[in-house]
């Protein structure tokens, strides 16, 4: 089993015009990024990203994807969120996918 973390944020003296407010590269400052993964071989592994305001560390995007390659079996599935901290939970967007294969 392997796990791992990985935190970061970036820091420039002067904004970049050829970023905009989406990518989170625009200004001087991004917000705090956050990756974990969990790795148990090939029975099964899961990753997530999040991204957290740089003010108030709410959460803006997740996400997660799992996976598996166990005998003839391979699948995944993976889900994306993008969070707006005045939009109630139920409401949030997301989205889900799934893909698979099995092998003779």
Same mark, same amino acid.
């Given at each position: 089993?392997?796990?791992?973390?990985t935190v970061g944020r970036r820091w420039r003296s002067r904004p970049d015009a050829a970023f905009n407010a989406v990518s989170n590269l625009d200004g001087t400052s991004s917000d705090w990024v956050i990756s974990?993964?969990?790795?148990?071989g090939r029975p099964f592994r899961i990753d997530t990203r999040m991204r957290l305001d740089e003010d108030g560390f !709410?959460?803006?995007r997740i996400d997660a994807r799992f996976s598996t390659n166990f005998k003839r079996l391979r699948a995944t599935g993976q889900y994306c969120a993008s969070i707006s901290g005045s939009v109630p939970w139920p409401r949030r967007r997301?989205?889900? !996918?799934?893909?698979?294969e099995v092998r003779h």
């Amino acid at each position: 089993m392997e796990l791992s973390t990985t935190v970061g944020r970036r820091w420039r003296s002067r904004p970049d015009a050829a970023f905009n407010a989406v990518s989170n590269l625009d200004g001087t400052s991004s917000d705090w990024v956050i990756s974990n993964s969990a790795d148990f071989g090939r029975p099964f592994r899961i990753d997530t990203r999040m991204r957290l305001d740089e003010d108030g560390f !709410s959460l803006n995007r997740i996400d997660a994807r799992f996976s598996t390659n166990f005998k003839r079996l391979r699948a995944t599935g993976q889900y994306c969120a993008s969070i707006s901290g005045s939009v109630p939970w139920p409401r949030r967007r997301g989205d889900l !996918s799934c893909g698979g294969e099995v092998r003779h």
